[in-house]
């Protein structure tokens, strides 16, 4: 198993992608602090470490919409994370499935599946 802290940390973050395990949809993009990602193994329910609040959360925790792990990878370079999980609801906090729901047009092209009026 890789030892957590030999991987590459930028400010004490490092870069974590989450990715559907079944359709392969990449859902979003986030940070871990060394804490989220030992959270993480230890649960298997995907947390980060929010920059803007400056604390860990566990993805989920306010809207239900958890994420559990599958399976964990590391890139080459060891400073990112690759998340294969199974989605409850929908990622992005703006009620979409994916963060990456408009391409870069501006046109939507993902599926909202929840109203964040509704959960947070």
Same mark, same amino acid.
């Given at each position: +198993?890789?030892?957590?802290?030999?991987?590459?940390?930028?400010?004490?973050?490092?870069?974590?992608? $989450?990715?559907?395990? %079944?359709?392969?949809?990449?859902?979003?993009?986030?940070? +871990?602090?060394?804490?989220?990602?030992?959270?993480?193994?230890? %649960?298997?329910?995907? #947390? !980060?470490?929010?920059?803007?609040?400056?604390?860990?959360?566990?993805?989920g925790e306010?809207?239900?919409?958890?994420?559990?792990?599958?399976? +964990? !990878?590391?890139?080459?370079?060891?400073? $990112?994370?690759?998340?294969?999980? =199974?989605? =409850?609801?929908? $990622?992005? #906090? /703006?009620?979409?499935?994916?963060?990456? !729901?408009?391409?870069?047009?501006?046109?939507? /092209?993902?599926?909202?599946?929840?109203?964040?009026?509704?959960? !947070?």
């Open positions: +198993m890789i030892n957590i802290d030999d991987l590459k940390y930028e400010n004490g973050l490092i870069q974590a992608i $989450a990715q559907d395990n %079944t359709t392969k949809e990449v859902l979003m993009c986030a940070f +871990m602090n060394k804490e989220a990602l030992r959270k993480t193994i230890e %649960t298997g329910i995907v #947390h !980060y470490w929010s920059r803007s609040r400056g604390k860990l959360w566990k993805k306010s809207s239900g919409h958890l994420q559990t792990v599958k399976e +964990m !990878y590391i890139d080459c370079d060891m400073d $990112a994370v690759l998340l294969m999980i =199974e989605q =409850e609801g929908g $990622a992005c #906090h /703006t009620g979409y499935r994916s963060c990456f !729901y408009r391409n870069m047009e501006g046109k939507i /092209t993902g599926e909202k599946v929840f109203d964040p009026e509704d959960v !947070y």
